[in-house]
């Protein structure tokens, strides 16, 4: 007799059988693949390297039955490729926290990602992001690489942020502005449309109803019917046109130039959320390369951006014990 043992599932357990083309009625061969590289002059072999799906030595379609189909199976290599975490254009990134660079970050000397822990001294203060490079502390038990706290570096990569879209901003806002007003009047103008259409739809019904032969009263009673429908839907269009109208009128512009003007207290609005203000983030940067300058006790960060520049940025590192609040009775000579 025949039993079954359930277990919790694993990932492990399942990844494989949804990137495994056998599911789908193919037959695949040569799915991996080995390399060989020259290390202290001598080559050395390394096995297991998985190949892409177009780059299988044989793929056989339809080749037995399946559980699912072709179609299907891509969709789920798509998703599962989506659904991959610690990647800068993915759609795990940008999904909020206290930390604005969380996913962005790389270290200069090992080229892992830096992670994101939060600590704070007491239950009356909120957690602050700490930026950290200790994989290979970790895994392989190095020596960790660098570690810094997150609000002055964020606070520093969002001022070099609004310098560099500054220029542009004022540009970007007349434009917004200029669509805005296109937007209003193309609304109004299929309003305008369909009011003409309906009184067009009117005059008709009223040019039919006038030509009735008086001894069909059947015939007269669905024209009278007609016109009245007509006339109403002439009445609701002028309605929703005025509306449309008194609207325009009464909703004050947005002061678009004016929030250009002033990028930095659009950023910190009270509307706008971290999520939103990553995303934004991730529109113009490519990633954060991260490094320690310990002879000069200074924070090094180089910003890539989307168009091919790059940035360099040095933030001081605090003196132990040190931080950024001050009184007057320090600032005050």
């Known amino acids: 007799m025949t039993s079954f043992e359930w277990t919790p599932i694993r990932y492990r357990n399942v990844i494989p059988v949804l990137k495994n083309p056998y599911y789908t009625g193919a ?3 040569g799915k991996s693949e080995h390399r060989t590289e020259i290390v202290d002059g001598r080559a050395r072999k390394t096995y297991g390297h998985h ?15 399946g559980d699912i189909d072709w ?20 759609t795990k990134s940008g999904r909020g926290g206290r930390a604005l660079l969380v996913g962005l970050l790389v270290c200069r000397r090992c080229g892992r ?20 490079c200790d994989r290979g502390a970790v895994m392989l038990g190095q020596r960790r690489c660098m570690m810094f706290g997150g609000l002055r570096v964020d606070k520093v990569v969002v001022q070099e942020l609004v310098r560099a879209v500054e220029p542009m901003a004022i540009e970007a806002a007349l434009a917004a502005e200029r669509k805005l007003m ?3 009047a193309e609304q109004r103008r299929i309003v305008e449309l369909e009011l003409q259409q309906a009184r067009y739809e009117a005059s008709l019904a009223e040019r039919c109803y006038a030509a009735w032969d008086p001894d ?8 009278e019917k007609s016109w009245e429908a007509a ?24 002061d678009l130039v004016g929030l250009a003007e002033d990028l930095g207290a659009a950023w910190k609005a009270a509307g706008v959320t971290m999520r939103t203000r990553q995303q934004l983030l991730r529109t113009l940067v ?9 002879a000069a006790r200074e924070i090094v960060l180089v910003i890539h951006w989307k168009g091919g520049q790059h940035s360099e940025l040095r933030l001081r590192k605090p003196q132990s014990g040190g931080h950024d609040c001050s009184t007057l009775a320090t600032r005050w000579p």
């Open 113 to 132: 990602q830096l992670t994101v822990n939060y600590t704070s001294h007491s239950s009356r203060h909120a957690c602050q992001p700490v930026y950290r």
């Open 182 to 184: 296109e937007r209003q």
């Open 286 to 294: 490519n990633e954060l390369t991260a490094d320690s300058d310990e």
């Open 27 to 29: 037959y695949a061969f």
């Open 231 to 254: 006339l109403r839907r002439v009445q609701d269009c002028e309605t929703r046109l005025d509306a449309t109208t008194k609207a325009t009128a009464a909703t004050p512009a947005p």
């Open 216 to 223: 069909n009263r059947l015939i007269a009673a669905t024209l």
């Open 51 to 65: 190949r892409p799906l177009q780059d299988y030595d044989i793929l056989l379609k339809e080749h037995h039955e």
């Open 71 to 90: 179609a299907e199976f891509e969709r789920n290599q798509k998703q599962v490729a989506a659904n991959a975490c610690r990647r800068p254009d993915g």
